[in-house]
């Protein structure tokens, strides 16, 4: 299986006749390949967008009503709901993620295009009172062409939330998926294209990140970049941005704690606390890797938490386990090289989950881990380990589980658990994130819920009629008629 560009409406191959591996993760097995992009790759696909748009939005895709491009959306919806297993294969081959997690994933995909493409004709300016004689209106434009750079943890997921809002908002769109995880969206671009979508609206160039990543967010002829990733490529990205004064949403991961109170109802929250960890084995940006526990049922909890955690095993997609592989040997080196060095510094592990025995010896899997006491300052406790590790600490009250819920770098997600309604109050207006979850937590979840972090967990805004504001320019006339 080889795979080339998707630009235009149409397979292209690229300007390097190099192509990148694409690696089974469960098996460590090359399966096909990926054309390696280019700049030059990068700069057709921008110019086909342009043309698309047009310079005054009358280019075929620029001059669609809101009510057009709703309904090519909706269509591209169906299309993803009928085909639901088909990408759920796509997406577990490339990435390892167990086919119950591909196929939530296809259907929020799905749901995303219907959202966006529900909202697309509802999205508009206001009047504004303003001095006689004059009338003043504010109207919402699109960028022109945005610019999506989407990680390997959440291909179908992230191309939903952000392609699906910014080509609602009437934006043409190049993307740049991860190396690790390009087949689902070349996919989507193929059927987007079947389903009616004028040429350019929406481009795939695939290839490495430095490359092609870095090409598409210096282009001058992208107008908005959206970023999932690392905090470092994201600075990155934010630089490469400030040069040409670029606007940029930035969705940098986290280190979201699960806070629970000595009232909370255990019997609800543990499984929560558990999925919130291991969801797509910890590579989640929103995974709740911190659970914070009031000292009276500190014991109890761990107790509980170690029975879940060793009966939770790692293997192959098909085996429909808890959790797939982690995504490439790298980051298994990543997470296997924290896990260590926790060990190392005597960081007790209260319980391990196990690797299928069907699992290959050669596919990247890591058993679920659970430490306890964990130092507030460890990397354990500080680091975005993006696996499936869980570090418990104690706190005595509830100003020390602020203090502790917020002492890191992060802020993106937090879960608390407590009965106190008054309580829920106060923590949930103390906690420095972008989304809280009282007696629930939903990584990942949530098409309708404005997401996104502060501090070093990013800014902007994805998800929710919110992520439709970013993709557009407020632009403001004032007319004087006497
Ligand atoms: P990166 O941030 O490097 O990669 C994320 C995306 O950025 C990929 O599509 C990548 O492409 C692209 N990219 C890489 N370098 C550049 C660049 N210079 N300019 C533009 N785009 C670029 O993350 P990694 O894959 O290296 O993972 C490392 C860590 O990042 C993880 O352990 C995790 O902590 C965090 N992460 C967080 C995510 C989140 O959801 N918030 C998602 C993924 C990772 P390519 O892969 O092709 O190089």
Not at 53 to 73: E, I, N, Y
Not at 96 to 125: I, P, Q
Request: aromatic share 8%; glycine share 12%.
């Amino acid at each position: 299986m080889q795979k080339q560009h998707f630009i235009d409406n149409a397979w292209q191959g690229g300007s390097s006749p190099e192509m990148i591996a694409v690696v089974d993760p469960s098996t460590g097995t090359t399966f096909g390949s990926l054309a390696r992009g280019t700049a030059a790759d990068i700069a057709r696909a921008v110019a086909s967008s342009r043309a698309a748009v047009g310079d005054t939005f009358d280019g075929p895709w620029g001059r669609l009503s809101a009510a057009q491009r709703g309904r090519l959306m909706m269509r591209l919806a169906a299309a993803v709901t009928e085909r639901n297993e088909e990408f759920a294969q796509i997406e577990a081959r490339d990435t390892g993620k167990s086919m119950k997690t591909a196929r939530v994933d296809a259907t929020a995909l799905a749901r995303y295009f219907e959202y966006y493409g529900g909202a697309a004709d509802k999205l508009h300016g206001d009047t504004l009172p303003y001095e006689h004689g004059y009338t003043v209106l504010t109207i919402r434009e699109p960028h022109g062409v945005t610019g999506h750079i989407v990680p390997w943890n959440y291909p179908m997921q992230i191309f939903g939330r952000t392609v699906g809002a910014s080509l609602a908002a009437g934006n043409a769109c190049v993307v740049k998926p991860a190396e690790d995880a390009s087949l689902s969206i070349l996919r989507l671009a193929e059927l987007a294209a079947e389903i009616g979508f004028p040429a350019g609206a929406l481009n795939v160039v695939t290839g490495y990140g430095h490359e092609a990543g870095a090409a598409l967010t210096a282009h001058p002829g992208i107008d908005h970049i959206s970023f999932t990733g690392s905090t470092v490529t994201g600075r990155l990205v934010a630089e490469a941005a400030a040069k040409r004064h670029c606007p940029v949403t930035l969705e940098l991961g986290g280190k979201s704690p699960q806070l629970v109170f000595d009232d909370a109802d255990l019997d609800q929250a543990l499984p929560v606390i558990v999925n919130a960890i291991i969801q797509n084995a910890g590579q989640t940006c929103s995974a709740g890797s911190r659970v914070l526990v009031q000292r009276g049922i500190y014991e109890t909890v761990l107790e509980r938490l170690a029975e879940r955690f060793r009966a939770l095993r790692a293997g192959p997609p098909v085996l429909e386990l808890e959790m797939g592989p982690l995504v490439n040997e790298k980051q298994y080196g990543l997470v296997k090289g924290f896990i260590d060095a926790a060990e190392a510094e005597r960081i007790p592990v209260v319980a391990r989950g196990s690797v299928h025995p069907e699992a290959a010896s050669a596919g990247y899997y890591q058993a679920a881990v659970l430490f306890r006491d964990v130092p507030h300052t460890s990397a354990l406790a500080q680091k975005e380990i993006f696996g499936p590790v869980l570090a418990a600490m104690p706190f005595e009250d509830e100003a020390e589980a602020i203090r502790l819920a917020n002492g890191t770098d992060y802020g993106l997600v937090a879960g608390v658990w407590t009965r106190d309604g008054a309580r829920q109050f106060r923590v949930a207006r103390a906690l420095r994130c972008g989304q809280v979850f009282i007696n629930n937590y939903g990584a990942g979840g949530g098409v309708e819920l404005p997401f996104g972090g502060v501090k070093s967990s990013g800014h902007g805004r994805e998800k929710g009629f919110e992520a439709l504001l970013g993709f557009t320019v407020l632009k403001t006339i004032a007319i004087k008629h006497g």
